[in-house]
């Protein structure tokens, strides 16, 4: 991506001066070290960042400037990114299926916490890793909604596997813990409940009392206008729930948000090519760009446009088809969106909460794909 170093009051001033042909996505640091200490402060524990929902590293300097200290990563690309970026900080390798040539990347690291969901991969991690001050922590799931899309079908154990599971890991020498992910995009504080209150019982069946508790990533983002994500009503359902199930002494809570972090901190600004007919709207960025996601998790309402010269458009909302620029049918946002009717060629369309799975799910197909990137001091146009 083409950083530049310029900081920009804000997107409307740089496509004003730099009209891009290409998409551009707008970082605000500030909206980013606000939302970190959101959580910092709000969540009864250890605040993790997963790595995987935007790896770039001005994302992973403003977290670490914000106070954050730990990281979930999947990968020894992501080990490397963090153990470059912030010496000291926390991994947490939680991604649960791994290559024996991963565990040794991750063991010659010096990484202390790795999930398992399987009798298999816990087996690996019990001859490869080192028990020594080292905590291995169950992931189990659950059948429950509230997410925009459900997890739990590649990921975690039943609560009966992850009861046999925690019990092994304690009989090995490690610290026994437990963790779940209940599906991104979770707005329904009552899913972590359900899923502390399994802890529990898993905890209970298995004789086993845990260190930790890893409540895992699934924090909202703002993606549509009349739905701000209420992380402060989580974090308290969170804390109330781990208090009466656990006690007093309840385990070490940790969370490992990656969207609900990065999430509104960056909005894309894409380019209309065409209005074909008076009817499709066409885009320089799609679902092999930024807006992959969209397919998956719905569209975002969050949207502005802009004319050319920086002008708001404010024609009555029509409902339009949309596509990306790519010549794969595929290539198309799910539904219509609600746009201005006086939109034209030459437009920006912008959306807002674009932080998480953009730059990174970002594809070269077709040749498109080449995104900027622009850090505004404010994201409102
Ligand atoms: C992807 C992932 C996360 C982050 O999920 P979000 O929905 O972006 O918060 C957290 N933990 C694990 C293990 C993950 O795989």
Redesign the pocket.
């Known amino acids: 991506m083409g950083v530049s170093k310029t900081i920009w009051t804000n997107p409307t001033e740089f496509l004003r001066v730099n009209r891009p042909e290409n998409p551009v996505l707008f970082f605000s640091p500030s909206a980013l070290q606000a939302t970190a200490r959101r959580f910092i402060d709000g969540f009864p524990g250890m605040v993790t960042y997963?790595v995987?929902?935007n790896p770039e590293e001005v994302v992973i300097e403003n977290l670490l400037a914000a106070g954050l200290r730990g990281f979930?990563v999947?990968s020894p690309f992501e080990m490397r990114l963090i153990r470059r970026l912030a010496p000291d900080a926390a991994m947490h390798y939680?991604?649960p299926v791994r290559s024996r040539a991963e565990i040794a990347v991750a063991v010659e690291m010096g990484i202390k916490s790795y999930?398992v969901d399987s009798a298999s991969e816990l087996a690996k991690l019990i001859e490869l890793v080192p028990a020594a001050e080292t905590e291995i922590t169950v992931r189990f799931k659950l059948p429950v909604g509230g997410a925009a899309y459900n997890f739990g079908a590649k990921f975690g154990a039943t609560a009966d596997l992850a009861t046999e599971l925690l019990r092994e890991v304690a009989q090995a020498g490690f610290i026994p813990s437990l963790t779940f992910?209940p599906g991104?995009?979770c707005t329904e504080p009552t899913t972590w409940e359900a899923y502390i209150r399994t802890a529990a019982q898993i905890a209970d069946d298995a004789g086993v009392a845990i260190a930790r508790l890893n409540v895992?990533?699934?924090?909202p983002s703002h993606r549509l206008k009349d739905a701000p994500p209420d992380l402060e009503a989580i974090f308290a359902m969170i804390d109330t729930v781990a208090t009466e199930v656990f006690g007093d002494n309840h385990p070490i809570l940790i969370c490992?948000?990656?969207?609900?972090l990065c999430g509104d901190a960056f909005s894309v600004a894409t380019r209309v090519k065409a209005v074909r007919d008076e009817a499709h709207v066409f885009l320089n960025d799609g679902v092999y760009g930024s807006l992959f996601e969209l397919p998956m998790i719905g569209v975002i309402d969050r949207t502005e446009v802009l004319a050319s010269d920086g002008k708001r458009r404010s024609g009555e909302d029509l409902p339009r088809i949309v596509f990306g620029p790519t010549c794969d049918s595929v290539d198309r946002l799910p539904g219509e969106l609600l746009l201005p009717g006086d939109i034209e060629e030459g437009d920006f369309l912008i959306f807002h909460g674009m932080g998480?799975y953009s730059t990174v799910t970002n594809t070269r197909f077709n040749g498109f794909g080449e995104l900027g990137l622009a850090t505004v001091l404010s994201l409102r146009l």
């Open positions: 997963a995987k929902s979930d999947a939680n991604n999930s992910h991104t995009q895992g990533g699934g924090y490992e948000p990656g969207r609900g998480a």
